[in-house]
Nanobody
Framework: VQLQASGGGSVQTEDSLRLSCGASGIILNNVAVGWFRQAPGKEREGIACISTGAFTSYRDSVKGRFTISRDNAKNMVYLQMKDLKPEDTAVYYC??????????????WGQGTLVTVSS
């Protein structure tokens, strides 16, 4: 199983960006997929998750700005980010949770993609 996050880049404050999580060896529709981020000098934090039942959850700091979604035909999960702020600067990771609930440990992790937001 391999997951790969992509779509990061350098943007300005209030810009938008869409991150993609692709997978091989696993059908993302059959697992929960979460997005995490780790800023320099900080711990990794979970920011969004979509369960197998399409229930979505978000960290308070990104609610209303970030949207997680699936494209089952492409076996992809996306994180649409808008109104980006400098504090969103981090390496972003996607991960898969086999139980599908967004409440258990994640089994598979992808390599991250860097998002840099400048003011």
């Amino acid at each position: 199983v391999q997951l790969q996050a992509s779509g990061g880049g350098s943007v300005q404050t209030e810009d938008s960006l869409r991150l993609s999580c692709g997978a091989s060896g696993i059908i993302l529709n059959n697992v929960a997929v979460g997005w995490f981020r780790q800023a320099p000098g900080k711990e990794r934090e979970g920011i969004a998750c979509i369960s197998t039942g399409a229930f979505t959850s978000y960290r308070d700091s990104v609610k209303g700005r970030f949207t997680i979604s699936r494209d089952n035909a492409k076996n992809m999960v996306y994180l649409q980010m808008k109104d980006l702020k400098p504090e969103d600067t981090a390496v972003y990771y996607c991960a898969a949770e086999s139980l599908g609930t967004c409440r258990s440990a994640y089994d598979y992790w992808g390599q991250g993609t860097l998002v840099t937001v400048s003011s």
